[in-house]
Nanobody
C-alpha cells in the first residue's frame, strides 16, 4: 500500500499563495488517482481537487476553481496543489489521498480513496 506524506502548509495572509506537495512511497505511483481534500475547523472533510493517473484530467471544487491548480509528476512520485488568491475560508487541514486505479467516477468523493496522508495545516489570516 502506498504511503503519503504532505508538506508545504503554513500561515499566509489573504491573497497570498502556497504550494502543497504530497510524496508517495511507491514507484507504482502512476497507478493511483490522486486527490486533495481539506477539513476546516469544526467541519467535515471536503473535496478540493483531483487528478487522474496520467495527469490528463483534473477536477476542482467550485470554491477553489480558478485559484488552485493540481498537478502531478509521476517521475517524482509527487502530487502538488498550487494555491493562489487564498482566503480565510481556505483555512483547513489539507490531506492528500490515493485511489488505486481510480477512474473518473468517484474522483470527488472521500469514500473513493483508500489511502490518506497525515495532513498539513494551512492557515490564512485576514
Amino acid at each position: 500500500q502506498v504511503q503519503l506524506v504532505e508538506s508545504g502548509g503554513g500561515l499566509v495572509q489573504a491573497g497570498g499563495s502556497l504550494k502543497l506537495s504530497c510524496a508517495a512511497s511507491r514507484r507504482t505511483f502512476s497507478n493511483y488517482r490522486m486527490g486533495w481534500f481539506r477539513q476546516p475547523p469544526g467541519k467535515e472533510r471536503e473535496f478540493v481537487a483531483a487528478v487522474t493517473r496520467t495527469g490528463g484530467t483534473t477536477y476542482y471544487a467550485n470554491s477553489v476553481k480558478g485559484r488552485f491548480t493540481i498537478s502531478r509528476d509521476n517521475t517524482k512520485n509527487t502530487v502538488y496543489l498550487q494555491m493562489s488568491s487564498l482566503k480565510p475560508e481556505d483555512t483547513a487541514l489539507y490531506y492528500c489521498a490515493a485511489d488505486y486505479f481510480g477512474g473518473s467516477n468517484g474522483a470527488t468523493s472521500t469514500s473513493s480513496y483508500d489511502t490518506w496522508g497525515q495532513g498539513t495545516q494551512v492557515t490564512v489570516s485576514s
